[in-house]
């Protein structure tokens, strides 16, 4: 079911985006639903929600940190959320990098870098490769639905001790996963309100250091 154009513009009316930004959007949508038939590179479940469930669910995180200029995004998948942070953040001169294993999933992310002409830069690498190279240059980390939080601040360690804010989407549990985080690492945790779904949170990590 292909949702109308209404529906989408009904999605980003809360958000301050312009009719270019609205427009890359939409184009990184019909990209996908193309792209899908052949290369399924989202969830099938989800195709039908692909502005609340991705684009607007990625968005969110922009006005979260309007001061970033450059954000790395991991495990970025069909490019959520940091191929949507890269189009709307464009205009305030957002550079996002992107970093994903998988290479169809990449040859989609340049695709539509190409397309759209903004600064999303694709690392098809692993992200424990590239994470070396991004300390004391990335404002920003953030990771979708990617892996534990205890995980995630193993891998950005680095760099959430260099000064970069983490920025991850979780679930329900949060709050055990900040439990089993807090058994290696004191940090500061803000958790933040999800605008797209009511039992998801957005997990803010400043001031990283480890326990022993
Ligand atoms: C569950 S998907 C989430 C994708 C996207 N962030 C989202 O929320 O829709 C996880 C993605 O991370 C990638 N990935 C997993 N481990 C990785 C690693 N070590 N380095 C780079 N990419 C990785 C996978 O290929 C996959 O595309």
């Known amino acids: 079911m292909k949702p109308s154009a209404a529906s989408h513009l009904d999605s980003l009316a809360p958000f301050d985006v312009s009719r270019e930004t609205e427009e890359r959007l939409s184009l990184l949508e ?20 692909i502005w ?4 607007v669910d990625s968005l969110q995180l922009l006005d979260l940190e309007p001061e970033a200029r450059t954000w790395l995004d991991l495990g970025s998948g069909a490019g959520f959320p940091g191929l949507v942070l890269a189009i709307a953040g464009f205009e305030r001169g957002l550079t996002v990098h992107l970093v994903e294993s998988n ?6 992310l340049r695709n539509i870098a190409r397309l759209t002409g903004v600064r999303a830069f694709v690392h098809e690498a692993r992200l424990e490769t590239v994470i070396p190279t991004f ?6 980390v953030s990771a979708r639905a990617l892996a534990s939080l205890t995980k995630l601040i193993e891998w950005t ?28 690492w004191t940090f ?11 039992e998801a949170r957005i997990l803010r990590i400043t001031s990283i250091e480890n326990l022993s």
């Open 30 to 49: 019909s990209e996908l639903r193309r792209w899908q038939a052949i290369k399924n590179l989202v969830g099938p479940g989800t195709l039908d929600h």
């Open 52 to 55: 609340d469930r991705h684009i």
């Open 103 to 108: 290479s169809r999933k990449c040859a989609f």
């Open 135 to 140: 300390v004391g240059k990335a404002d920003v």
């Open 157 to 184: 360690e680095p760099l959430l001790k260099t000064g970069t804010t983490g920025l991850f989407p979780k679930g329900r549990d949060v709050e055990s996963e900040l439990t089993e985080a807090r058994e290696s």
């Open 188 to 198: 500061e945790a803000e958790i933040l309100p999800s605008r797209t779904d009511s």
